[in-house]
């Protein structure tokens, strides 16, 4: 056992890990961040290679400025500089079609994607939404919010767009709590996306340094096996290296992942239960690159009626990519009940090929590299009614002393990233 004990151990290196780490390093304490792949950042992990920064996926952060992750940037005096996009246009993928993208109830009013009598519908529900209460509606999806008074075919069809703002595109499936609280905060927003420049590496980045420059320790790569239990509390981890004693252990990964280090016994079985069934988001994600710019869009694409999300990357960041290449990233949800496979994965690329060449004709020819990568993770925790903010467990773990979950699958405000980060911020202020 290694002599020197630390204030708090942090096991996975995930936008939560580095956003505690940081966080608790700052205020003087004493931190070993332990990471078992030999890069930080987890799902939002970057490689650089041949003039390229390859993010393990393109990330956007919710409401720039006004997001939660800038929250995070701020507290540590170090924000996030976001590239300025207003001015680009972007677009809604729907019926086949594109079309830019509302972004205020004038423009749901002026939109040809609808029909007028749907739009004046769809802007009495997005009134309502914006006047309702989440905590009423956590346990029921938004098809059922919206039955309970509306019935306009065109406006359910549409509905997908606002459960994909919370990346669970299909109403019949996603919390209308979850929804409804992501809308209100948007609608005070005046920026809804913010654009990391040089992308997640800005932020893994800021946040490696900040554990540095405060006295924080990271291992990387090691890996935990176990965390160290004695009389119903957690004081310290095993690594594949050394055994670490610290006052606060804290899992700062996918909950499912816990029962690798951690005996179920020591939890009641209703959290045994919740945690190794908790339903992830999958998807594929491709970069496509060549030699020349195939569109001037720089606003992006989000589809309507398929979960279907585009950034042209190097168009609004050129750091990402060498001189003169261009990136263009095309991303799909897959059927969450289905596992992750090659062939899922094949369908899903020919689908985003026959868009693409739609949309852009004749670019698919231009391709001069691609890089496709199948997640079997994009988001841990699908924000469907059981795994909705009021059922995702607490932060404080009950059962054993001094253990603390963090990440995307505990009861913290947002949604994807935004719940990691909510999360590292709010067990900054318990500790
Ligand atoms: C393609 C893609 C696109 C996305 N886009 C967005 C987006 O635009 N906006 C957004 O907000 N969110 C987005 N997300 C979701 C976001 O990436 C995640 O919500 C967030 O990164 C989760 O961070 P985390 O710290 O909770 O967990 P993770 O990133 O999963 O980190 C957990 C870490 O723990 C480590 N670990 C696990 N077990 C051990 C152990 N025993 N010992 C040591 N280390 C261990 C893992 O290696 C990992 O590095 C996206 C995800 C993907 C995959």
Request: proline share 7%.
């Amino acid at each position: 056992m290694a002599d020197t004990p630390y204030d708090a151990v942090i096991i996975g290196s995930g936008f939560a890990g580095l956003s505690t780490a940081a966080l608790l390093a700052q205020r003087g304490s004493r931190v070993l961040l332990i990471e078992k792949s030999g890069r930080l950042g987890g799902r939002a992990g970057f490689i650089e290679q041949d003039g390229y920064v390859w993010q393990y996926g393109q990330h956007s952060h919710r409401l720039a400025g006004d997001g939660i992750a800038a929250r995070v940037f701020d507290k540590l005096g170090d924000p996030i500089d976001f590239i300025d996009t207003r001015g680009n246009t972007a677009y809604l993928y729907f019926d086949g079609k594109l079309f830019p993208r509302p972004e205020g109830p004038m423009d749901f009013l002026r939109t040809p994607l609808l029909p007028l009598t749907a739009r004046l519908d769809f802007l009495l529900f997005y009134r309502r939404l914006l006047r309702e209460d989440p905590n009423a509606w956590y346990d029921s999806t938004l098809l059922d919010f919206y039955r309970k008074r509306g019935r306009n075919p065109w406006v359910e069809r549409f509905l997908g767009f606002l459960g994909f703002t919370v990346m669970v595109a299909d109403p019949a499936r996603v919390s209308a709590g979850e929804v409804i609280q992501f809308l209100q905060r948007a609608a005070k927003a005046p920026v809804k996306q913010g654009e990391p420049r040089g992308g997640s590496k800005q932020l893994i980045d800021k946040l490696e340094a900040a554990i540095r420059r405060h006295g924080g320790e990271i291992h990387a790569p090691e890996r935990v096996e176990r965390v160290l239990v004695e009389q119903g509390a957690a004081v310290g981890v095993k690594t594949n290296h050394a055994c670490y004693r610290a006052t606060s252990v804290v899992y700062a990964a996918p909950l499912p992942g816990l029962f690798d280090v951690m005996p179920k016994s020591l939890f009641q079985a209703s959290f045994v239960d919740y945690a190794t069934h908790i339903r992830p988001s999958r998807g594929v994600s491709i970069d496509f690159v060549f030699d020349e710019p195939v569109t001037n869009m720089t606003g992006g694409i989000l589809g309507v009626d398929i979960p279907l999300w585009v950034k042209f990357q190097s168009h609004i960041d050129p750091t990402i990519a060498p001189p003169g290449k261009c990136v263009n990233t095309w991303a799909m949800l897959l059927d969450p009940d289905a596992p992750a496979t090659h062939e899922q994965a094949d369908a899903v690329e020919a689908r985003i090929r026959q868009i693409m060449e739609d949309i852009l004709p004749g670019s698919m020819r231009k391709i001069v590299r691609k890089r496709r990568l199948i997640l079997p993770v994009v988001n841990a925790n699908m924000l469907i009614p059981r795994q909705s903010y009021p059922h995702r467990p607490p932060i404080v773990c009950p059962e054993v002393n001094h253990l603390f979950f963090i990440g995307d699958t505990v009861q913290s405000e947002g949604c994807s990233g935004d719940i990691a980060f909510s999360s590292a911020l709010r067990l900054a202020e318990l500790l």
